[in-house]
């Protein structure tokens, strides 16, 4: 009753302040934006990995239980789905190839991977052959065995497409006899087996479904990867309705904000009753995938119910929920991606890129001079901002605090992490020092650059902050402006190298190899050409480093390989580092066993990667998820 | 009549929205026709140019947003090739000239292909099927609800005009006017559904799985767009009424001792809400605009979240698809109002024949 007399009291109040203060227009004139604030940076990076920061639930309400259907909040829809070689894949997408598919291999907690639906895989003495073993008496949904063959297909999938292939471009041949699977490599590749832990190739899915869409490679005539055999065969395949190995099977989807993907319990699956392992898994008899993609009302839907679960890298949903006894909160920031602001330092030419790609002279960077004038091509300068940067400052007023400032592109856990890098730390006297230099190096007293963001408010605001530290630091002597971008345009910019200053985020992983596509010269190519290495920079240490980490199995020579990679960094000062992405994942009490997913031999794998995880070991209270 | 008997055995025997709908107009045009053919074939000679102005428009500031490698790359991914970006270019047709783009669209569209996503690879129709039934709930709920508490409103305030009545309504009306639809709901959620926990605060329902559920998940999105819709309507109801009610006629009833009650609903309530129904079509298309802002908050699959991920996901064809199906919408039931003023008025029939 008081809470109605209160809520009376306040419904009086508020109309007589939006009386008092309003006109009277129309409510069609709505300005408002409900956009999430955090979680509209590009999500550009390949797969990646977080080791989970663990606050474990204090719900450990008796054994898991089977029955109940979870419903899961993600934070975004994903653009052509649901095949590996084809989807544009971030977190949410993740989350539902985890769903109804099973990677090859594990991350473990103990280190490294361990074969999953692979049995075994052993490489050759130099690295250039590797050979699958693939467990034996797995189904996938439709009934078509795992085997040998069946990963061939898969991989060969990802290597014929234009997204997926260039990640994949150092495999020479695959061939599949019985439940082995060989694959021929170009040069060494040590972590392989990494590639194909949690990047959406990693994860199977039926040839037949597969030999069955339209646009799958084996379709197209005149490339490398293209089967008459299956060109032969009838397409018309539904590529969003797809066939995995995994714990659930899928059962509807809608795409778009506010729809859905069902997936049940598939009762074959190869960790169940009816498996090959003879586990009880999944427990749970359904899961929803509900995309909410504005983080308020995705909160509001846990809050009140309507979801379980939710995913959110937004600081200030994390730090609500974590204070909040009725929730259980996971966070995760090892191995997830970095923010930054990435610095366009496209200059001279590029022989590797030349090399590579057969030309024969080599290919000059900024053919139109559209970068000649920038003085982010000067390390004093780029050195000058990030010891003009307080990161304490943006982590504390823009992330709640609760999040980490970052030194280079490896979190505290990965290959490559050092306490000290060597990048510049806020500190304006050495700022002053630089800043000498960098207005000798590019011969003026006034250094102007564009600092642009996407046009989500949370960016343009954390822009503005940044562009104030340096404005205390220099004073007059910088001008940047701030001009949002559509995020569209933007992604199209950062590949063209048509900017100077972006605010990105990036560069999760397991392993160091996962950012060879972006940092390698290789992939540097001319400003107006499509180019993975966005900043464009050519660093003979970082590629020699990066070759390194990929062709020796000396876990001491790699991890010195990428922290020089990480030194490079904070010596060049490419990117100006801000914080590491920390992701929670927030759930009501009746949900269990998040994050504690072991591989079939007990092995503890790392379940929480970047806010992404498994559902298959997860359960509810009693059968009810909804608590 | 007719029109209403076939969206109900239509919705029984479970035809198509779209094929009702389509069946209900051409009742309705077919029986003005009958009444009044002219001008029913001149309102229908305009109707054409002005899809057409509509979606050509649409079309231009699609294909003008970004260049076609940046579409390719949005829905490819950042990952994607240059030979994946250019076979995407190509398959979908976006090197073509844009007059060339949009003369193919419309050659399929005409028949009712309204074409593929290229993000999803599903069928634009089923996805606007899909969507549009929700969308329309949530406005007809919302329109009923803003009659609902107008009219009496209305009513009640013209009959006590100038009193203390008329200015506690009046005061409220301004209040709700005042309250952007997105404040209104972000407030229902915290105190009804997050605060008491009476109400869901997100999600959506379907009638067929639940008919409980859907209205108790559909109360506050309705609430949330109704509010400043009724105060708009009760107080042009109240000012037209306040008018009639200083006619002669209505004089006259009430000095033949007709009941106060009879005089304000059997005799002026007619003719005082012509600018009532104007404001309500118009209001229709006005709500499209809320909705989609309302849909987004409550996790609603409808039209709104459909256009929004079309633009943030360069979803062309959807984009389009969906503004030609509101276009359409929206002029057809401007046209529909027009054909029924002259139902309610003969002068009106007169005057225009």
Redesign the interface.
């Known amino acids: 009753m008081g ?2 007399r209160t ?1 009376l009291a ?2 009086l109040a ?3 302040v ?2 008092a ?12 934006d ?1 956009t999430d604030t955090t979680e509209n940076e ?1 999500d ?1 990076g ?1 797969a990646t990995t977080v080791k989970a920061e663990t606050e474990e639930t204090d719900a450990a309400a008796g054994g898991p239980v089977r029955g109940g259907t979870i419903v899961y909040g993600m934070e975004a ?1 994903s ?3 649901w095949a590996p070689y ?1 989807v ?2 971030a977190i949410s997408c993740y989350t539902v190839l985890q769903t109804v598919s099973d990677p090859l291999f594990q991350p473990v907690e103990s280190g490294g991977v361990k074969p999953y639906l692979a049995e075994s895989a052993e490489p050759n003495a130099d690295y250039t052959e590797w050979v699958f073993t693939i467990r034996d008496g797995i189904t996938f949904h439709d009934g078509t065995p795992l085997d040998g063959e069946a990963v061939a297909f898969n991989i060969n999938t990802c290597r014929g ?7 994949l471009a150092n495999i020479g041949d695959i061939t599949a006899d019985g439940q082995t699977v060989t694959f021929t490599m170009n040069a060494p590749w040590v972590p392989f087996p990494e590639n194909l832990s949690i990047g959406q190739c990693a994860f199977m899915f039926s040839p037949t479904w597969l030999a069955s869409l339209d646009d799958v490679p084996f379709r197209n005539e005149g490339t490398a990867f293209y089967s008459e055999e299956v060109a032969a065969t009838p397409g018309g395949g539904d ?2 309705a797809p066939v995995g190995v995994g714990a659930f099977q899928f059962e509807s989807f ?6 859905k993907l069902i997936a049940t319990r598939y009762e074959d699956y190869w960790r169940g009753p009816n498996g090959i392992t003879g586990e009880e898994l999944p427990y749970l008899d359904q899961v929803e995938l ?1 995309v ?3 983080i ?3 909160s ?2 846990l ?5 379980d679960i939710i995913h959110t890298a937004n600081a200030d949903e994390i730090a609500r929920f974590t204070d909040d006894d009725g929730f259980s909160t996971i966070t995760a920031s090892d191995f997830g991606e970095t923010s930054h602001i990435l610095l366009n330092s496209a200059q001279g030419e590029n022989p590797t890129f030349s090399a590579i790609n057969g030309l024969d002279a080599p290919a000059p960077m900024d053919p139109e001079g559209s970068n000649a004038e920038s003085p982010l091509r000067f390390t004093s300068c780029r050195r000058a901002l990030a010891f003009a940067t307080d990161q304490q400052r943006i982590a504390d007023e823009r992330y709640a605090g609760i999040v980490e400032v970052a030194n280079g592109p490896f979190p505290p856990g990965a290959i490559g992490y050092l306490e000290d890098t060597g990048y510049p730390t806020y500190d304006l006297d050495a700022a002053a020092e630089e800043w000498t230099q960098c207005k000798a190096d590019t011969g003026k007293d006034l250094i102007q650059f564009t600092f642009n963001t996407t046009n989500d408010p949370f960016n343009v605001e954390t822009n503005t902050l940044i562009q104030s530290m340096w404005s205390e630091a220099f004073g007059d002597e910088i001008q940047t402006t701030v001009t949002p971008v ?4 933007y ?2 910019l ?3 190298g048509t900017f100077e200053a972006f605010g990105w985020r990036n560069h999760g992983g397991i392993d160091p190899d996962n950012q060879f ?1 972006w940092w390698f010269s290789g992939t540097s190519s001319p400003i107006g ?2 180019a ?1 290495n966005f900043g464009r920079f050519q660093d003979p240490i970082i590629d020699q480093n990066l070759v390194a980490q990929r062709s020796t199995d000396d876990p001491a020579a790699r991890q010195a390989a990428a922290e020089a990679v990480n030194q490079q960094f904070g010596a060049e000062v490419y990117n100006l580092w801000t914080v590491w992405t920390l992701w929670g994942v927030i759930s009501n009490p009746n949900v269990q066993g998040l994050g504690t997913l072991e591989t079939p031999e007990g092995e503890a794998t790392r379940s929480i990667v970047s806010g992404r995880h498994y559902l298959t070991n997860m359960w509810c209270t009693e059968g009810d998820c909804q608590g | 009549m007719a029109a209403i008997v076939i969206l109900i055995v239509g919705w029984i025997v479970g035809i198509p929205l779209s094929i009702r709908l389509g069946l209900a107009f051409l009742v309705i045009v077919a029986g003005a026709m009958v009444t009044n053919g002219s001008y029913v074939l001149k309102r229908l000679a305009t109707l054409v140019p002005t899809l057409l102005l509509v979606t050509l428009f649409t079309f231009f500031l699609q294909t003008k ?3 076609p ?3 390719a ?13 250019d ?1 995407f270019i190509v398959e979908n047709n976006l090197d073509a000239p844009f007059l060339q783009q949009y003369l193919d669209w419309l050659s399929g569209a005409v028949v009712g292909d309204l074409g593929t ?1 290229f ?4 069928s634009v129709s089923e ?1 606007i099927g ?2 549009i039934p929700i969308s329309l709930q949530l406005m007809v709920y919302a329109q009923l609800l803003a009659l609902v508490i107008s009219v009496p409103a209305g009513v009640y305030a013209a009959y006590r005009a100038s009193r203390r009545g008329d200015a506690v309504v009046s ?2 009306a ?10 209104l709901a ?2 229902l ?1 915290y ?1 009804l ?5 009476l109400l ?5 329902v379907y009638l067929h799985e639940s008919v409980i559920d859907h209205f108790k998940h559909m109360l506050l999105p309705s609430v949330s ?1 109704a509010m ?2 009724s105060a ?1 309507y009760m107080r042009l109801l109240r000012g037209d009424m306040v008018s009639t009610l200083q006619e002669s006629f209505i004089t006259t009833a009430k000095a033949k001792g007709v009941s106060p009650a009879k005089v304000l609903w059997g005799h002026a309530l007619r003719p005082s809400s012509f600018t009532l129904l104007t404001v309500f079509a118009v ?1 229709s298309g ?2 499209i ?2 909705a989609l ?1 309302i ?8 039209m709104g ?2 256009i ?2 079309a633009i ?3 979803d062309f064809l959807v984009l389009q698809g969906a503004v030609v199906v509101l276009a359409v919408g929206f002029v057809l039931l401007n046209f529909l109002i027009d054909l029924l003023y002259t139902a309610l008025d003969p002068r009106i029939r007169n005057v225009r024949a």
């Open positions: 809470k109605l809520l306040l419904l508020f109309t007589l939006a009386a203060c309003g006109g009277g227009s129309d409510d069609s004139s709505d300005g408002g409900d590009e550009s390949p829809d653009a052509n789905p084809r544009s894949c497409s234009g997204l997926t292939g260039p990640a590529p969003a809608s795409p778009g904000n506010a729809n509900v909410a993609v504005d308020a009302s995705r509001d839907a809050a009140s119910g309507e979801f559509e995020q569209g345009q992604i199209g950062a590949l063209t596509l050409t499509l993975l | 947003r970004v260049t490698e940046v579409v790359i949005r829905v490819l991914g950042t990952g994607a090739n240059a030979d994946a970006v076979k996503s993000v999803n690879n599903i996805q899909e969507a005061t409220a301004l209040g709700f006017l005042s309250i952007p639809n997105f404040i972000t407030f959620v105190i559904a997050l605060w008491l926990d869901p605060a997100t999600s959506y767009l400043a819709l708009t209001n006005v709500l605009g809320g802002i849909e987004i908050i409550f996790i609603i699959p409808g979240n459909k929004v991920a943030v996901g360069f």
